[in-house]
């Protein structure tokens, strides 16, 4: 089981930056891949970027690629999502998720994540 606690969301104004973090709780996060994704109002929810296990891979949007970085620390339970030149399109509702497959996170249009956090919401404002 993982319990996950998305924290950092906030008003941001556009250009500007924002640190984003997801603490997990289980002795077992290292198994789990990591993943954001975002929920805009009245859209679907869509993948962010996601992070392999050991952390040594990442896989990002199109939309946020350049932008924005996940790191991922397994000795704190963290994955962290960097927030870098951000725009009015990216206020959505930023949640982190954990699966044992990291196509499950990469597919989130498709698939369903095992374990969510409650999320955090980012607004930018223009």
């Known amino acids: 089981q993982v319990h996950l606690v998305e924290s950092g969301g906030g008003l941001v104004q556009a250009g500007g930056s924002l640190r984003l973090s997801c603490l997990a709780s289980?002795?077992?996060?290292?198994?789990?891949?990591v993943g954001w994704i975002r929920q805009a109002p009245g859209k679907e929810r869509e993948l962010v970027g996601a992070?392999?296990?050991?952390?040594?891979?990442?896989y990002y949007a199109d939309s946020v690629k350049g932008r924005f970085t996940i790191s991922r620390d397994n000795d704190k339970n963290t994955v962290y999502l960097q927030m870098n030149s951000v725009k009015p399109e990216d206020t959505a509702v930023y949640y982190c998720?954990?699966?044992?497959?990291?196509?499950?996170?990469?597919?989130?249009?498709?698939?369903?994540?095992?374990?969510w956090g409650q999320g955090t919401l980012v607004t930018v404002s223009s």
């Open positions: 998720a954990a699966d044992q497959k990291l196509h499950t996170i990469v597919a989130v249009g498709e698939e369903n994540p095992e374990f």
């Open positions: 992070t392999i296990k050991s952390g040594s891979s990442t």
């Open positions: 289980g002795r077992t996060f290292g198994s789990y891949a």
